[in-house]
């Protein structure tokens, strides 16, 4: 009996075992490899340009793996004379920020004819991320792709998973809209996108494109196809990947149940439109059930004219619904079908006006708090003594530095306090803080701001700025916040976000839009400068793949400006503390050097060194002026 008994419990405890095992996702090593190679003739919209590709397709191929994956990523810049580089959207890059790719802050590019492998964890992410070069403006020709990670078992259930990759589109190359952009001519009005694209397939208007000198333009270019079987749960990850434009994006007919919001899991909410700002990402189930039983409906993607300083020619993006048993088109994966739909776009109902700011996380969470430290940063873009109209936060265009990154500088051992103010480094030194931003845009326009190596929680935001702290506290949602990487500010409005900047590096927090990007709408969080050399105990030579040769120099670099101090963030010793910061003059050299490296991309020729590409718009600055940056306990 005994022994019966201790057979019985033995099989119960393997019953336990595997059941456990059986249930745990056996983490793997994802290798792949990126090719980026510029494509002279390729027609997405019907007019034919250069573009810039990953794996020479455009949108680049999907990466596709399971959160606590390890990613090997090798990239190899085949683009001649251009250098570039590879960021992973929305990844923490815990212990690796020197993976982050973002030139010229995390590493220098990549120069042609070089490999950089990208090796890093995913370990507590999961969602719909993308990747994209992070020099330049080449991610607006055409250098991204999709980056998604599953969950080891998925909350919402659905039988079809797709990406729509969505973005606005130039019949000319990025860069060579550049010079204009940042002159006085251009009284600060970013270039206006052609058309647009979903999965790397649009239509142009061929009548404004030939009245401009294009030569050819096909008026039935093909549309992407995205195909799916009746009665399937169908989910659709969105990504807008573009350079300026928002998009309303909507199915024909079909209601959407939105479900995510930059990699955050949401509790349903039913929508019949939905708007993607520039870097965000949103996942939508369908239920296909063709309503209208006509086999074929219509996605829509429309750009928000509102948010662009004069009309797109083509703001709509199109793509097909086809259903794959649809009596229409028996050859139901045939993405050449000259078949179209004939469906209506969907009538907006009362849920599509709930902010998204006010929707509810799957497994909500409080706002971390007490708040250690407030940050005011006040946004603006207007003109400067040169009449050119230069972006700023709390008074500083940022730029880089020359001929090497921020992070490998600290690697090295120099003080955050010795950067210039151009370089807007802010620093934080306890892990266990929490930062409160008050984002105050002065700008008539939206700008989209992605904060890198982190996620922010977003506790409320308004169109009538700034912010109001009589006013608009009680608004302020503390108790089951939304969190996201990229946030959106409304023109004239504001923002408030808290974060945790427990994460040692050095991270971006900019503008997404590409424009603004190039002209200085960001600035740098060095997050424990201690922290951040013990993670690379040999200095540079713990770097990979000779990673602190790509950089002009392995000295600490000379500063063009006077170093004055940056702010330090300890904890104040009285209840509000005041950073003055000497803003010092500059000239227009440095811009026209950047301006010359970015049109490498057209003029293949002109070999230059990968620092005068990253000298921003500092140099329009002119004359000394003082400024206060404030934190409040």
């Not at 051992?413 to 950067?419: L, N, V």
């Not at 960001?522 to 040769?549: C, E, F, N, Q, W």
Request: negative net charge; proline residues 7%; hydrophobic residues 35%.
């Amino acid at each position: 009996a005994i022994s019966m008994s201790l057979v019985h419990l033995l099989f119960i405890l393997l019953v336990c075992v595997g059941c456990a095992w059986g249930s745990h996702h056996h983490a793997r090593v994802h290798e792949f490899y990126l090719s980026l190679e510029e494509v002279v003739h390729h027609r997405p919209d019907g007019v034919s340009r250069p573009i810039l590709t990953v794996n020479g397709t455009i949108p680049g191929p999907i990466l596709r793996v399971t959160s606590g994956d390890t990613i090997i990523a090798h990239v190899t810049n085949r683009l001649g004379s251009m250098e570039s580089s590879m960021h992973f959207h929305g990844m923490f890059q815990k212990g690796t920020p020197h993976m982050d790719g973002g030139d010229p802050v995390t590493q220098c590019a990549i120069p042609s004819g070089r490999t950089l492998t990208y090796t890093f964890d995913t370990t507590g992410q999961s969602g719909t991320f993308w990747y994209h070069s992070h020099t330049c403006t080449q991610y607006g020709d055409g250098m991204t792709g999709a980056f998604i990670i599953d969950n080891v078992k998925e909350t919402y259930d659905y039988d079809e998973d797709h990406v729509l990759v969505i973005t606005d589109w130039y019949h000319n190359m990025t860069a060579s809209y550049l010079p204009y952009y940042l002159s006085s001519a251009s009284q600060g009005s970013e270039p206006i996108p052609d058309s647009s694209l979903i999965n790397g397939k649009g239509r142009a208007n061929c009548t404004n494109a030939l009245s401009r000198g294009v030569k050819y333009c096909d008026p039935a270019s093909p549309l992407s196809r995205v195909s799916v079987s009746r009665g399937h749960v169908v989910r659709l990850r969105i990504i807008n990947v573009s350079s300026i434009a928002m998009f309303n994006v909507s199915v024909d007919h079909h209601t959407m149940a939105l479900i995510e919001l930059d990699s955050t899991e949401i509790k349903r909410h039913d929508v019949s439109h939905i708007v993607v700002n520039v870097a965000q990402r949103a996942s939508v189930l369908i239920k296909a059930n063709d309503p209208l039983s006509v086999g074929q409906y219509w996605i829509r993607a429309d750009m928000m004219q509102d948010a662009l300083d004069s009309p797109s020619p083509q703001p709509y993006g199109r793509a097909i619904l086809h259903y794959r048993d649809s009596t229409e088109n028996n050859n139901s994966d045939n993405s050449n079908s000259t078949l179209e739909p004939s469906t209506q776009e969907n009538e907006f109902i009362p849920s599509d006006s709930v902010d998204w700011v006010d929707l509810v996380p799957l497994h909500p969470v409080p706002a971390p708090g007490p708040v250690t430290y407030r940050m005011i940063l006040d946004v603006d873009i207007a003109p400067n003594s040169h009449n050119i109209s230069v972006p700023t936060i709390n008074g500083i265009t940022w730029a880089p530095l020359k001929g090497a990154n921020t992070l490998q500088q600290i690697i090295m051992g120099k003080h955050t306090s010795s950067f210039p103010p151009s370089n807007h480094v802010i620093t934080f030194t306890n892990l266990s803080s929490v930062v409160e931003v008050i984002l105050n845009n002065y700008d008539g326009g939206e700008h989209p701001f992605h904060l890198h190596g982190h996620d922010v929680y977003i506790l409320g935001r308004g169109p009538n700025g700034p912010y109001n702290e009589t006013r608009d506290r009680h608004k302020l949602n503390v108790i089951d916040p939304i969190k996201r990487d990229t946030v959106s500010v409304q023109g004239g409005g504001w923002l408030v976000f808290r974060f945790q900047p427990n994460n040692p590096g050095v991270w971006l927090f900019h503008c997404h839009i590409t424009w603004h990007m190039e002209a200085g709408l960001a600035m740098i969080l060095a997050v424990d400068p201690v922290a951040i050399r013990a993670l690379y105990p040999k200095g540079i030579h713990s770097l990979p793949d000779h990673m602190a040769t790509f950089c002009n120099t392995t000295t600490p670099a000379t500063m063009s400006t006077t170093p004055t101090s940056t702010p330090t963030l300890t904890a104040p010793s009285q209840h509000q503390m005041m950073i003055i910061l000497s803003h010092q003059s500059g000239c227009l050299l440095p811009l026209l050097l950047r301006l010359l490296t970015c049109l490498s991309s057209i003029l293949r020729p002109l070999a230059m060194p990968r620092y005068l590409c990253m000298v921003l718009g500092h140099g329009l600055r002119s004359g000394t002026r003082t400024f206060s940056l404030s934190f409040s306990m």
